[in-house]
């Protein structure tokens, strides 16, 4: 059984910075490409960026340059830092492989970046 437990959302100022991680059960997770999604409230749901088992990654241009996507614990834990954060970044994070899988989609961790 597949599931992802995503961790490490938050409060933050513009400009700020968040680390989220997010922690993958089952081999599907660390055979097939990870991405971090995002959904706004009102806005559909928008990959931000994935990681190939193998480790080649790709970002959505809203975020390149800001954001990175990585690897970790075996394979285990995907993570996404977020660097000079803007108040645009704010939604609701969610981890899926990609292309994401319905039954596969966690309970999210909440950014919010506000003065």
């Known amino acids: 059984q597949v599931q992802f437990v995503e961790s490490g959302g938050g409060l933050v100022q513009p400009g700020g910075s968040l680390r989220l991680s997010c922690a993958a059960s089952?081999?599907?997770?660390?055979?097939?490409?990870v991405g971090w999604y995002r959904q706004a409230p009102g806005k559909q749901r928008e990959l931000v960026a994935s990681i190939t088992s193998g480790g080649k990654t790709r970002y959505t241009d809203s975020v390149k340059g800001r954001f990175t996507i990585s690897r970790g614990n075996g394979g285990n834990t995907v993570y996404l830092q977020m660097n000079t954060l803007k108040p645009e970044d704010t939604a609701g994070y969610y981890c899926?492989?990609?292309?994401?899988?319905?039954?596969?989609w966690g309970q999210g961790t909440q950014v919010t970046v506000s003065s």
């Open positions: 089952g081999f599907i997770s660390r055979t097939y490409p």
């Open positions: 899926n492989i990609e292309p994401s899988v319905g039954a596969y």
